[in-house]
């Protein structure tokens, strides 16, 4: 009898042990895998349409890429504070709601990159204690608008221990003065892929650590002082410059020149001239003695001597004109020069009657009595 109960409890535990295996295993969400051993959830391409509510809680890692979430709220993640890593890839997101990352309290690393965002709350990206060290929005932000939320979510975010920061491929033209000033921490900035033309002083104010910028792939022509000064305000950074189209005519000499003698590291090989044509593609380094003296017969230099040439030419026109509107005029005296003789003894003696007419009044003006005669008839 008491063999038979024993029996029946044994037959429990493990009939209960063999059905809580598989419930540990149902813990994972609906189209994710979990794995346990590398404390790792995945949910790709599974068409999801929410952030997972039922991440299990030993997870350090979480991919969710290629479905179709729209939107990440405050309520998105739970309380997951072991969490360090988060990639949400590709999951068309327009919008990062007010803290929305807020509960993942170890948050080391956000991927955000390849979405649509639209809207972006001022304090989307807070997190206690910011422990957020790298985000990546490559390819996410959907127009000139997501960027004016983004600088402001940056400025809000408190985002004090981010390292690392990928805006590449974004399509930006220009990045607002002091978008990066409250990151003073930050190592790497990437902004390959993008369309911008031009560096500003104040487009880098506040970043002082700056180990790598990728300028990579955008749009620069050239730079200019204010640029280079920015950029070497930066110090001994590593700065990556290919893929640019560079103009190479008189006005890329400061470059050339800050090339030279500036203390970062730039990626000299790889910078080429996109034109004038003779110079296409071009090493920008191998050119420079030429372009330093501006030597090359480039299009602005024969532009400023054909306007020089011009200038000249008015010039000597205008003496011709001169010279010979002067040899009229004495021809004329000439001709004249018995009338003039005439003429000149009649204003000789016009000039001496005037003369003695003014010696007259001054005599009578210099006459004290008549003086005194003139003030008491005035009075
Ligand atoms: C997070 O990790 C700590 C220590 O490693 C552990 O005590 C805690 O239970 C973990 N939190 C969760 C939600 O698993
Ligand atoms: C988590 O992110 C860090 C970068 O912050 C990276 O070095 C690490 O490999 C990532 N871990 C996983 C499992 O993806
Ligand atoms: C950001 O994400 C893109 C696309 O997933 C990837 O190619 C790129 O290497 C990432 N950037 C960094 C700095 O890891
Ligand atoms: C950016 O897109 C949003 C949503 O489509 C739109 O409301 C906003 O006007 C756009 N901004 C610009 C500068 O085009
Ligand atoms: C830039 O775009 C090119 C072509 O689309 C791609 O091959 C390259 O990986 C991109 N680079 C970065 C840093 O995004
Ligand atoms: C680069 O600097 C060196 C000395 O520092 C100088 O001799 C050389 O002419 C410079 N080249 C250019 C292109 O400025």
Request: charged content about 15%; some cysteine; aromatic content about 8%.
């Given at each position: 009898r008491y063999g038979y109960e024993m029996c029946v409890f044994v037959l429990r535990v493990f009939l209960a042990t063999l059905l809580c295996a598989p419930c540990w295993c149902l813990e994972c969400p609906d189209g994710c895998e979990c794995f346990v051993s590398t404390r790792t959830v995945t949910c790709i391409s599974t068409d999801l349409r929410a952030v997972p509510q039922s991440v299990p809680g030993y997870a350090r890692t979480v991919i969710i890429t290629g479905n179709r979430i729209h939107r990440i709220g405050p309520d998105s993640f739970a309380e997951l504070t072991n969490v360090t890593n988060v990639s949400l890839g590709n999951n068309r997101i327009t919008a990062l709601d007010s803290h929305s990352f807020s509960p993942l309290l170890s948050l080391h690393f956000l991927d955000l990159s390849g979405n649509r965002l639209t809207l972006i709350h001022p304090e989307a990206l807070s997190i206690p204690a910011s422990p957020l060290q790298d985000l990546n929005l490559s390819r996410?932000?959907?127009n000139a608008t997501s960027l004016t939320d983004l600088a402001t979510a940056l400025r809000w975010g408190g985002l004090r221990g981010l390292l690392r920061l990928d805006l590449s491929?974004?399509?930006?033209?220009l990045l607002p003065p002091g978008?990066?000033?409250?990151?003073?921490?930050?190592r790497q900035l990437f902004l390959a892929n993008n369309s911008l033309v031009a560096i500003y002083g104040g487009t880098f104010s506040g970043v002082s650590h700056l180990q790598m910028l990728d300028l990579t792939g955008?749009?620069?022509?050239a730079f200019r002082t204010d640029a280079l000064q920015e950029l070497e305000r930066l110090g001994s950074v590593q700065v990556l410059l290919g893929q640019n189209p560079y103009?190479?005519?008189?006005?890329i000499r400061n470059f050339v020149v800050w090339l030279n003698e500036s203390r970062a590291q730039v990626d000299v090989d790889a910078l080429r001239c996109a034109s004038p044509k003779e110079l296409s593609n071009s090493r920008l380094w191998g050119i420079s003695t030429l372009a330093v003296g501006c030597a090359v017969p480039v299009q602005a230099q024969a532009e400023a001597g054909a306007g020089d040439l011009t200038l000249q030419t008015s010039y000597v026109f205008l003496g011709l004109v001169l010279g010979f509107v002067g040899m009229v005029f004495l021809f004329v005296l000439y001709l004249n020069r018995h009338g003039m003789k005439k003429w000149i003894i009649e204003m000789r003696d016009a000039c001496r009657d005037v003369m003695e007419g003014y010696h007259y009044r001054f005599e009578i003006d210099s006459d004290p009595r008549l003086g005194r005669i003139s003030v008491q008839n005035g009075g």
């Amino acid at each position: 009898r008491y063999g038979y109960e024993m029996c029946v409890f044994v037959l429990r535990v493990f009939l209960a042990t063999l059905l809580c295996a598989p419930c540990w295993c149902l813990e994972c969400p609906d189209g994710c895998e979990c794995f346990v051993s590398t404390r790792t959830v995945t949910c790709i391409s599974t068409d999801l349409r929410a952030v997972p509510q039922s991440v299990p809680g030993y997870a350090r890692t979480v991919i969710i890429t290629g479905n179709r979430i729209h939107r990440i709220g405050p309520d998105s993640f739970a309380e997951l504070t072991n969490v360090t890593n988060v990639s949400l890839g590709n999951n068309r997101i327009t919008a990062l709601d007010s803290h929305s990352f807020s509960p993942l309290l170890s948050l080391h690393f956000l991927d955000l990159s390849g979405n649509r965002l639209t809207l972006i709350h001022p304090e989307a990206l807070s997190i206690p204690a910011s422990p957020l060290q790298d985000l990546n929005l490559s390819r996410s932000l959907y127009n000139a608008t997501s960027l004016t939320d983004l600088a402001t979510a940056l400025r809000w975010g408190g985002l004090r221990g981010l390292l690392r920061l990928d805006l590449s491929g974004n399509r930006l033209a220009l990045l607002p003065p002091g978008m990066f000033s409250h990151l003073p921490n930050l190592r790497q900035l990437f902004l390959a892929n993008n369309s911008l033309v031009a560096i500003y002083g104040g487009t880098f104010s506040g970043v002082s650590h700056l180990q790598m910028l990728d300028l990579t792939g955008n749009a620069f022509t050239a730079f200019r002082t204010d640029a280079l000064q920015e950029l070497e305000r930066l110090g001994s950074v590593q700065v990556l410059l290919g893929q640019n189209p560079y103009a190479c005519s008189c006005e890329i000499r400061n470059f050339v020149v800050w090339l030279n003698e500036s203390r970062a590291q730039v990626d000299v090989d790889a910078l080429r001239c996109a034109s004038p044509k003779e110079l296409s593609n071009s090493r920008l380094w191998g050119i420079s003695t030429l372009a330093v003296g501006c030597a090359v017969p480039v299009q602005a230099q024969a532009e400023a001597g054909a306007g020089d040439l011009t200038l000249q030419t008015s010039y000597v026109f205008l003496g011709l004109v001169l010279g010979f509107v002067g040899m009229v005029f004495l021809f004329v005296l000439y001709l004249n020069r018995h009338g003039m003789k005439k003429w000149i003894i009649e204003m000789r003696d016009a000039c001496r009657d005037v003369m003695e007419g003014y010696h007259y009044r001054f005599e009578i003006d210099s006459d004290p009595r008549l003086g005194r005669i003139s003030v008491q008839n005035g009075g």
